[in-house]
C-alpha cells in the first residue's frame, strides 16, 4: 500500500513538474508577452518591449524592480524623479542616465503619451489618475504594488513573465527565500521573552515640525520586524493600508520599546535622533536611556522601505538586534554580494562607494 501510493506521489511530481516545463517552453516560443499586474489586467504585447517609461509618484519602486533583469541594459529608459532626500542608484548602473534629464513625478497623462513609449510602469496606486487613461489613449502600461513581500514575489514572477525571462524572476525570488531562510531559521529557536521590543518610527519634518509615524500592519516595515524575531510594538495601532500614521509621544511611551529604529525618506535622519536625544520628554525611555535609538541603514537609498534592498535592512536589524545568532554576518559583505548577485555590479569602485554610502548612514549610531 505505501509503494503504491509512493509511486502515484512520484508520477503526481513528475507530471507537475512537466506541466510546468511544457508551459515554460510555450511562453518562450510564444510569440506574445503576456502577464496580469496588480490590478488584475492581463497586458499582452506582440514584441518584446524595448522602450520604457516609469511614470508617477513611487515611480522609484517599479524601477527598481525592473533593472533586476538583465534586458533592462538594452532598453530606451525613461524615468521620473525621484523624490527620496537620497536620490536613487539606476545612473550607477547606467551613467548615460544621467546624460537626460528626468520628467516630473506628476507629469500629465498626454505628457507621458506624448514620449511614445512602449510600455509605461506605474505603481498601481495610480489606476484611476493614469493608468485607466493610458488604456483610453492605447497606451500599453503596467502597474505593481511591492508594498509586501507576497506582492513582491508574484509581481517579480509576472514581471518576468511580461519581459520573457520567468528563469531571472525565479532566480531573484530564490536569492531572497536563501538570505530571508538564514534569518527565519535563526531568529525561529527564540523564546518570547528574549524578543526584543522594537518601535520602527518614520520621521517627517514639515514647516520646522518633527513627527513621527508607524507603518501599517501588513506593510513591508512592519513585516520586516516580524522576521528578525522581534515584537513590533506598534502592531494593531494601524490596521489600514492607505500609508503611515501620525503617532503621539504619548502613545510611543506607553509602548517604552527596548529599541527605537528612525527612517527618514526625505530628510537627514541624524536631526531627529540629535532631537530625541536632546529631550527631556523622551529621555525617560528604555531606549533612550540605553542608548538603543537608531538609524535605519540605507546606502543611495534606505533599506527599510519595499525596494529590492529590504532584504539588506532584515539583515542589518537582525544582526543588530541578535548579534550572538549571526556573528558569521559581515554587513559590508552582503552588500557588496546582494548589489552583484541582484544588479550584476562588479566593479570595485561601485562596490566600494555602496559599502561607503551604507556606512556613512549608521555613523550617527556611535554615541
Not at 497623462?109 to 493614469?130: D, F, G, R, W
Amino acid at each position: 500500500m505505501k509503494k503504491s501510493f509512493l509511486v502515484l506521489l512520484i508520477l503526481a511530481l513528475s507530471l507537475s513538474l512537466f506541466a510546468q516545463g511544457t508551459a515554460e517552453k510555450q511562453m518562450q516560443s510564444s510569440d506574445f508577452y503576456r502577464a496580469t499586474d496588480a490590478n488584475g489586467r492581463t497586458l499582452l504585447l506582440s514584441e518584446k518591449p524595448t522602450s520604457i517609461m516609469v511614470a508617477g509618484k513611487a515611480a522609484v519602486m517599479p524601477a527598481n524592480a525592473l533593472f533586476l533583469f538583465p534586458e533592462v541594459e538594452t532598453m530606451e529608459l525613461q524615468l521620473s524623479k525621484t523624490d527620496q532626500g537620497l536620490g536613487d542608484f539606476f545612473s550607477l548602473l547606467r551613467p548615460a542616465l544621467d546624460d537626460q534629464p528626468r520628467f516630473s513625478q506628476s507629469a500629465s497623462v498626454e505628457e507621458i503619451a506624448s514620449k511614445n513609449p512602449e510600455l509605461v510602469l506605474l505603481k498601481a496606486t495610480h489606476y484611476e489618475s493614469i493608468a485607466k487613461k493610458l488604456d483610453q489613449l492605447g497606451v500599453a502600461n503596467f502597474t505593481m504594488n511591492l508594498e509586501t513581500y507576497a506582492q513582491w514575489q508574484s509581481e517579480i514572477t509576472e514581471l518576468g513573465k511580461l519581459l520573457k525571462n520567468t528563469s531571472r524572476a525565479k532566480e531573484i525570488l530564490s536569492l531572497y527565500e536563501s538570505r530571508l531562510k538564514h534569518i527565519t531559521d535563526k531568529v525561529g529557536s527564540l523564546r518570547q521573552e528574549q524578543k526584543v521590543r522594537v518601535l520602527l518610527l518614520q520621521g517627517v519634518s514639515s514647516d520646522n515640525t518633527n513627527s513621527f509615524k508607524i507603518a501599517p500592519d501588513s506593510w513591508m516595515q512592519s513585516w520586516m520586524v516580524d522576521q528578525v524575531g522581534a515584537n513590533a510594538v506598534w502592531k494593531g495601532a494601524n490596521t489600514a493600508s492607505s500609508g503611515w500614521s501620525t503617532v503621539s509621544f504619548e502613545q510611543i511611551a506607553a509602548w517604552d520599546p527596548q529599541v527605537i529604529y528612525i527612517v527618514s525618506y526625505k530628510s537627514p535622519t541624524q536631526l531627529f535622533i540629535e532631537e530625541i536625544y536632546s529631550s527631556s520628554l523622551w529621555a525617560g525611555l528604555d531606549a533612550v536611556k540605553n542608548n538603543q535609538v537608531k538609524a535605519a541603514p540605507a546606502d543611495v537609498m534606505s533599506y527599510m522601505q519595499p525596494v529590492s534592498s529590504w532584504i539588506l535592512g532584515t539583515e542589518w536589524m537582525v544582526k543588530d538586534l541578535y548579534p550572538q545568532l549571526f556573528p558569521e554576518m559581515d554587513m559590508q559583505e552582503q552588500v557588496r554580494s546582494f548589489y552583484t548577485e541582484m544588479y550584476s555590479i562588479r566593479e570595485a569602485e561601485k562596490l566600494d562607494y555602496l559599502v561607503g554610502r551604507f556606512n556613512a548612514s549608521l555613523a550617527v549610531n556611535k554615541r
